[in-house]
C-alpha cells in the first residue's frame, strides 16, 4: 500500500508527548472473517481513506534541535521511498493460528514491518499497520511511535478506522466526519505548550534517564504473560475493602490521616473502585514476587517498592483538551511502600482452605496500597499539569523528564470501548485484543474489557517483569485464587 499521502506541515511534538518512553508500542486485534480476501480489500480501504484524512499518520518522526533544545521530535511528511520502505499497510501470511498472540512472552517481529528494538533509530514511521493472515482469521497490528500519541490516541484511530471499514463496505457516499482533523490537533498542541504555571513538586514521578543505558542495564530475560482475573473475585475484593474501610470509619469517626503517610485510615467518602482494587493487586503481587525472586540471590531491591499509575489528563486540563486528541495527554500518579507492606514475601508455606475467600491480612494490605495510590491521584489537576509543562519547557533537554523507573508501572485501557466497533461485514467485530511489551521491566497493562454484563467482564492483563518474578508471579497464591489457575483454595 503506496497510495500517495497528502501533504502536510511538520510539527512539533508536545513537552507531554516528549515525556512518554520512546520506544515502538504494538496492538494486536483479531479477527475471525469468513472471507479473509474481502476483508483485507475492506482494510486496505479503510486505512487509505483515514491516511487521506489524517495524512500526519503516515509521517516520519526525526530528531531536530529547536527552542535551544536537542533531540527534539518532529513530524515530517513522508516521501516516496519512505512508503515504499514502510508502506502504511503491510499484509503478510502466517501458518499460526490467532491464538499466537496470547500465548507470546515476547515482541514478535514477524507481525510488524517496523523495527521495535529499542534504543530506535531516526527518522522512524508514525504509525503503520501490518494485516497477519493466520491460518483462522486476521491479527490486525497497529505500531506507533509512543511519543506521537498514548493509548487514548490509538483508541481513537482505531474507532476511526472502523468507521471507514464499516461505512465504505455499505457503500456510503461517504464516511462521517472523523473526530478530530489538523487544525484541531494543532490548536490541541498549542494549548499545552502554552499551559504553564509555577510547579509543585512532582515527588519523585520522574527523573532524568538516559533510555540507552537504561534498556542495556538489564540483566535479566524480561517476559511479557498474559493474566485473566476473574470478575466475582475483584468484585468480592472491593467489597471487602470497602468494608474495611466503613469499619475505620466507624472506629476512628474523626479523620486520623497521618500528615506525612495520608493512608493510614480512610476517611468517610473513601471508595475503592474495580480499578483500585486491581491496581493495589498488582502492586502487592509483583512486589512479593521480587522479594521471593531476590531472596534467592545476592543482588538487593531499592529501599521502598513503587508505583506509577498513569493517568490520563484530556478532562483534567482547563480548559479540557479535546476528546479526540489524538496526542499524549499522560500524567505519572507516584506511590512508595515499605517493603514490610507486602504480606508473606518470606516464602512460608500456605495451608490449604475450605474457604473461598481471602483473609483480614491480605484485605488490610490491598486497602492501605489502594489508598497511597488512590492519593497520588488525587493531587493530579489542571495545576500539577501546567506546572509540569513548565519544567519541561525550561529544561535543558527532555530525557530530564523521563517517568522515573517503578516497581510496578500501570496503565488501564479497560474503558476503551473496542470489542464493540462494528469493522463492517466483511471483518465483523475483533475477537480478541492484545498488547505486547517485553523491554519495559514493570510495565503492567489492564487490557480493554470484553462486552458482557456489568461486573461480569474478566480483568485481562499483561505483566511485564524479569523471568525469575514472573515465575514466582504465576505461583502466587493471590494471582492463583483470583485467577482461578488451581483448584485448591488458599489460606492467604
Not at 461486573?455 to 497464591?477: G, K, N, V
Amino acid at each position: 500500500m503506496t497510495d500517495e499521502v497528502p501533504f502536510f506541515q511538520s510539527y512539533t511534538l508536545t513537552p507531554l508527548d516528549h515525556i512518554a518512553p520512546p520506544l515502538y508500542a504494538l496492538f494486536y486485534l483479531s479477527f475471525q472473517p469468513e472471507n479473509p480476501s474481502q476483508a483485507l480489500i475492506t482494510l486496505k480501504s479503510g486505512i487509505s481513506h483515514l491516511v487521506s484524512q489524517w495524512p500526519f499518520l503516515a509521517g516520519n518522526v526525526t530528531q531536530v534541535q529547536k527552542r535551544g533544545k536537542r533531540r527534539i521530535l518532529e513530524v515530517q511528511p513522508p516521501n516516496a521511498a519512505d512508503l515504499l520502505q514502510y508502506p502504511m499497510l503491510q499484509v503478510k501470511h502466517h501458518q499460526q493460528l490467532i491464538s499466537h498472540v496470547p500465548s507470546l512472552t515476547v515482541i514478535d517481529n514477524e507481525l510488524l514491518h517496523i523495527p521495535t528494538k529499542v534504543p530506535i533509530a531516526y527518522p522512524i514511521p508514525a504509525v503503520r499497520f501490518q494485516a497477519n493472515v493466520m491460518h483462522d482469521g486476521i491479527i490486525l497490528c497497529i505500531g506507533w511511535h509512543h511519543q506521537v500519541m498514548d493509548g487514548a490516541g490509538v483508541g481513537t484511530i482505531l474507532t476511526s478506522l472502523s468507521r471507514c471499514c464499516h461505512e465504505l463496505d455499505a457503500e456510503a457516499a461517504a464516511p462521517r466526519r472523523l473526530p478530530t482533523d489538523f487544525q484541531n490537533e494543532e490548536r490541541a498542541r498549542r494549548q499545552i505548550y502554552e499551559a504553564s504555571a509555577p510547579s509543585p513538586d512532582h515527588d519523585g514521578a520522574y527523573s532524568s534517564i538516559d533510555y540507552e543505558e537504561f534498556w542495556d542495564a538489564t540483566f535479566e530475560p524480561i517476559i511479557c504473560r498474559r493474566y485473566a482475573m476473574r470478575a466475582e473475585k475483584i468484585e468480592y475484593l472491593k467489597d471487602s475493602c470497602n468494608a474495611l474501610i466503613r469499619d475505620l470509619v466507624s472506629d476512628h469517626p474523626i479523620t486520623c490521616r497521618d500528615s506525612t503517610e495520608g493512608t493510614e485510615y480512610p476517611e468517610e467518602n473513601d471508595y475503592m473502585s474495580s480499578d483500585d482494587v486491581v491496581t493495589a493487586l498488582i502492586w502487592l503481587c509483583c512486589s512479593r514476587a521480587r522479594l521471593r525472586a531476590e531472596s534467592r540471590k545476592a543482588s538487593g531491591l531499592p529501599p521502598t517498592s513503587s508505583l506509577s499509575r498513569i493517568v490520563e489528563v484530556r478532562s483534567v486540563l482547563q480548559p479540557p483538551l479535546p476528546r479526540g486528541y489524538l496526542g499524549n495527554s499522560l500524567m505519572v500518579a507516584r506511590s512508595q511502600c515499605s517493603w514490610d507492606d507486602i504480606p508473606g514475601h518470606h516464602n512460608e508455606p500456605h495451608t490449604a482452605s475450605k474457604r473461598d475467600h481471602v483473609g483480614e491480612e491480605t484485605v488490610h494490605a490491598l486497602l492501605k496500597l489502594a489508598l497511597k495510590s488512590r492519593d497520588k491521584c488525587r493531587t493530579i489537576d489542571d495545576k500539577a499539569i501546567r506546572g509540569l509543562i513548565a519544567d519541561l519547557k525550561n529544561c535543558n533537554e527532555y530525557k530530564e523528564f523521563a517517568e522515573a523507573p517503578a516497581e510496578v508501572d500501570i496503565s488501564s485501557l479497560r474503558k476503551l470501548n473496542l470489542y464493540r466497533l462494528n469493522w463492517g461485514p466483511h471483518l465483523g467485530r475483533m475477537v480478541d485484543f492484545d498488547t505486547i511489551d517485553s523491554r519495559t521491566d514493570g510495565l503492567s497493562l489492564i487490557l480493554p474489557a470484553r462486552p458482557g454484563k456489568q461486573r461480569q467482564s474478566p480483568w485481562e492483563l499483561r505483566i511485564t517483569i524479569p523471568l525469575t518474578a514472573m515465575e514466582q508471579f504465576r505461583q502466587d497464591e493471590l494471582v492463583c485464587w483470583v485467577t482461578g489457575a488451581k483448584k485448591s483454595e488458599f489460606k492467604l
